[in-house]
């Protein structure tokens, strides 16, 4: 029988505080101190890296644009800011694939580790806590870095594990929260009711125990309750008026996980709130940000209203009866010109001014003298060209410290490459920290909730070197090491690294591979040793069955054991010893007995 974590039952008094302070913080509409700056942050990086209400942070010359010119400005402009943050960001994708990051865990207790491996696995639909954070780290730390993921989980009977799975709430929605000596003590979420539209249910969440209320519409019971903070109890179900509206009191049983289950999902202090708040992993970047949206906007008008050749012409004069220069006998405006005075051309590149053939050569006119042509002038736009790409140059180092991203041609010296590199790590290292924490966080408070945490260890660590090479640079590397002679654990290192580039899309062929590697007996060893090995009297016969028949093996064991790769070592290892048994006892039995009276002699 599956088990989940025990829970007691908090004493009243401790419930009534948690209940207080959240009906407190909904009938006095109360917000955390930093709730308007976050806002703020979160309307302006979620602009910047959507595109969606960028328009709000262009600046509107007024000087020499009205309300309709400001309108056209906006729909000629086509920002470039969200693919410039993409590109700036898009290396924080390569930070959960790398080796540097080592995430793992082990519990002496296989039951409580099996466990935890089958919820974990199935955190976020068929996805792993890891493949969940990896999605979603890099998102919401670019667009809503105070947003918070919390741990939900569903309840059950005891008989089945409990399921955990991750709620989002954005900085809009984190109403007020509260830390003490830097443990957060209660979070109190803002979060639309799913019942009913444009109601709010409001959710707090402390170390050992959640209350929620919950908005209802029903006249009757809302009417018979007079009082804001008034309570009545119907049905065994607690309601109670709040501002005028109708909530329902909903109090679980405590969980008593010991940890509120929420945790922000930025790193990168914001110096505004002293480090209260967070702001994106491109914040460093928002100057140029800022100037790269109007100076784009400005290129923009200028391609679509101005860089095209200005043409001019002569025109006849409006022949409509009583036409003059526009407007007729009684000052209305000429309704054939408009007001012009002259007649209308073409105003299209479709269409053609027609001439008649006159009837001599002499009364032919140059076409040329016609119309003329005004090309623009293109250095102004050559520089603000030439400018939006420097400044996009200069979002990069800002970020990174380096210029190593920016450089179309690399013409420097090993060592500048290797100051370069070192300073984008030292860059991706806090966002690698951060991510390992999430983790770890992520799979205690699974633990805890399901009741795996006693014995349990997790390991989060992150190196500094997050090794960003190439399949070939890696291959390279690999030969050099086997032909120069190197450490058998070198070997495996840089195999392990190369297999993570090639399996950088396939997470489960990657599994697949640390699996088998782990049982290879001969893993880092080159081709010719393992067959001096082989043939050898060094190596057990038991290790020998296995290595002649490792693929074999482990074919046939991933066809009977669906889900063979995810489970755990010792599980994994009684299989591959129970094949290679077998086996042996096949060879046994098919060996013949040699007969070895080589003599000839008979009794």
């Not at 590149?349 to 076409?367: N, Q, R, T, W, Y």
Request: hydrophobic share 35%.
């Amino acid at each position: 029988m599956a088990e989940n974590y025990i829970k007691t039952a908090l004493s009243q008094d401790v419930i009534s505080d948690i209940q207080t302070t959240l009906i407190n913080t909904v009938q006095t509409k109360q917000r955390h101190k930093d709730y308007n700056h976050v806002v703020g942050v979160f309307n302006k990086a979620f602009a910047y890296t959507t595109g969606q209400g960028l328009d709000t942070y262009l600046h509107r010359i007024r000087s020499r644009e009205d309300e309709e010119l400001f309108k056209q400005r906006c729909i000629i402009t086509s920002h470039i800011v969200p693919a410039v943050i993409n590109t700036c960001d898009f290396i924080l994708n390569k930070v959960s694939r790398s080796s540097a990051i080592y995430c793992d865990y082990v519990n002496t207790d296989t039951n409580k580790e099996n466990n935890l491996i089958e919820t974990e696995n199935k955190f976020y639909g068929n996805k792993s806590v890891y493949e969940f954070i990896k999605t979603n780290q890099r998102y919401y730390d670019r667009s809503d870095p105070n947003a918070w993921i919390i741990i939900e989980f569903n309840s059950t009977d005891g008989t089945l594990l409990a399921e955990p799975y991750p709620f989002i709430v954005n900085s809009k929605q984190a109403i007020d929260y509260e830390y003490i000596n830097g443990i957060l003590n209660y979070l109190i979420t803002e979060v639309e009711s799913k019942t009913y539209k444009n109601l709010f249910d409001y959710s707090i969440y402390t170390p050992n125990q959640n209350i929620i209320l919950k908005a209802q519409i029903n006249e009757k019971i809302l009417g018979s309750i007079t009082n804001d903070l008034d309570t009545k109890v119907i049905d065994n179900i607690t309601y109670i008026r709040l501002l005028g509206r109708l909530y329902s009191i909903e109090i679980p049983i405590a969980h008593n996980i010991g940890w509120v289950q929420a945790k922000r999902f930025g790193y990168k202090y914001d110096g505004v709130t002293y480090g209260r708040t967070f702001v994106p992993f491109w914040w460093d970047a928002e100057p140029y940000l800022n100037k790269i949206i109007n100076i784009n906007s400005e290129l923009d008008i200028t391609l679509t209203l101005h860089n095209f050749p200005q043409k001019l012409i002569y025109t006849n004069r409006c022949n409509a009866e009583g036409c003059n220069k526009g407007y007729l006998p009684d000052n209305s405006t000429c309704g054939v010109c408009g007001g012009t005075g002259r007649q209308k051309v073409h105003t299209t590149g479709m269409d053609v001014l027609e001439f008649a053939f006159p009837d001599s050569k002499e009364e032919m006119i140059e076409l040329s003298s016609l119309i003329a042509y005004i090309y623009p002038p293109i250095d102004g736009i050559r520089f603000t060209n030439e400018k939006l790409s420097e400044l996009i140059k200069n979002c990069k180092e800002a970020i990174y410290n380096s210029d190593t991203y920016t450089r179309s041609e690399i013409s420097q010296t090993a060592t500048g490459l290797n100051i370069g590199m070192e300073s984008i790590y030292d860059t991706l290292y806090p966002y690698a920290v951060n991510f390992a924490d999430t983790w770890k966080f992520c799979i205690e408070t699974i633990s805890k909730i399901i009741d795996s945490y006693e014995n349990l260890i997790v390991t989060a660590t992150v190196e500094k070197d997050f090794k960003f090479k190439t399949k070939s640079e890696l291959i390279a590397e690999l030969n050099f090491a086997r032909l120069s002679g190197a450490n058998e654990s070198i070997i495996r290192a840089i195999q392990y690294d190369l297999m993570l580039v090639m399996f950088d899309e396939k997470p489960s062929e990657l599994i697949r591979y640390q699996t088998r590697d782990k049982f290879n007996p001969f893993s880092g060893k080159g081709e010719a040793e393992t067959i001096a090995l082989m043939s050898g009297n060094l190596i057990p016969k038991r290790v020998k069955v296995l290595y002649s028949n490792f693929g074999n093996i482990f074919d046939t064991l991933e066809n009977e054991n669906e889900n063979f790769y995810e489970l755990s070592f010792e599980k994994q290892k009684v299989l591959i010893d129970a094949k290679v048994d077998m086996l042996m006892n096949e060879l046994e039995a098919s060996t013949p007995e040699l007969d070895l009276n080589i003599t000839g002699d008979e009794e």
